[in-house]
């Protein structure tokens, strides 16, 4: 009688789980098999052939892919730490504001629904040299037909652009974890004489290291992976077919027809993407593992 009973909950569970497997398997699980599949293959417009691992040999050979991790580098040592930054001090803000707190939130948080493609073309527009509305004002301090969108310049313009867009949704994120603090912590270390940034600094944010981790790893597999903003951007100004790794998987792929060999080099961007996290992960979690003994 118990197995029975046992056996239909169980029955019950997967059938509840079924539409996430479904979903889970065919857009997650399905396509990375084909990847792996199609990275050991050579190809010659429709011909293909398997080859092992000759494509991951020629990927570790091939110093464009090597060199197209500048701008994710560059994204995840400098944008991530200044995003969260940035975000925390939004949260604190959220969290001491009595009026107009929803409002706020909101309009911090707009940016993000806006899609990837559409903040291009709006940045696009700003920074263009004929068309930038930042042209006029800069004329009224003297300064006349200055280029925003160049080579050189395109790493900060993507820093402000991510920056706009993602900012805000990591503030709301980072204080969902603040309002989750039990308000007895803050209020002891008030009757104790400690001030905002005191309570800040010493009680809420080290018990936000988990949720601050989490968001490092995630807008760092973002960083790794950026496309749409450079790709947006580069209708505008010319830049290399490498730009970053996603670009030059995309261009190989889609331009040049070489699927396979873009296959094998999106294996090993995801492997590169899944190490930084483990590293970021496991060095954070001895620091924490540290203070507490």
């Known amino acids: 009688m118990f197995s029975k009973a ?30 792996v599949k199609l990275s050991l293959y050579g190809q010659r417009g429709a011909r293909m052939w398997y ?21 994710p580098l560059f994204l995840l040592l400098v944008q991530v730490p200044v995003m969260l930054f940035l975000a925390t001090l939004i949260a604190l803000g959220y969290e001491t504001r009595k009026n107009g ?8 948080y707009l940016p993000y629904t806006i899609p ?7 940045w696009s527009y700003i920074f263009s040299d004929s068309m ?17 969108l160049t080579r050189g310049n395109v790493p900060a313009i993507l820093l402000v652009i991510i920056l706009w867009q993602f900012t805000g949704y990591t ?21 104790d004489g400690a001030g905002f940034w005191q309570v800040a600094f010493r009680i809420k944010l080290p018990l936000l290291v988990g949720p601050l981790i989490t968001l490092f790893i995630f807008n760092a597999i973002g960083a790794m992976q950026v496309f749409n903003e450079p790709w947006m951007l580069g209708n505008l100004v010319v830049l ?27 294996i090993i961007l995801a492997v590169i993407t899944c190490g930084i996290s483990w590293y970021i992960l496991r060095s954070a979690g001895r620091q924490i593992l540290g203070r507490r003994h």
């Open 171 to 191: 503030a709301f994120l980072v204080y969902s974890s603040l309002i989750a603090i039990p308000k007895e912590y803050s209020e002891a270390a008030q009757l």
């Open 101 to 108: 707190g929803p409002i706020y939130r909101f309009l911090y």
């Open 6 to 35: 046992r056996l239909k909950s169980t029955l019950k569970a997967y059938l509840f789980l079924a539409p996430f497997l479904v979903v889970f398997i065919g857009l997650i699980v399905y396509p990375i098999g084909l990847g």
């Open 132 to 148: 930038s509305p930042l042209s006029p004002i800069l004329g009224w301090f003297g300064a006349e037909n200055v280029k925003f």
């Open 51 to 71: 080859v092992g691992l000759e494509n991951y040999q020629r990927v570790f050979q091939d110093s464009m892919f090597w060199s197209s991790f500048k701008i």
């Open 240 to 266: 290399p077919l490498n730009y970053t790794p996603a670009m030059y998987i995309y261009n190989s792929a889609f331009s040049q027809g070489r699927f396979t060999y873009a296959s094998a080099m999106g």
């Open 116 to 122: 990837g493609i559409v903040s291009g073309i709006v």
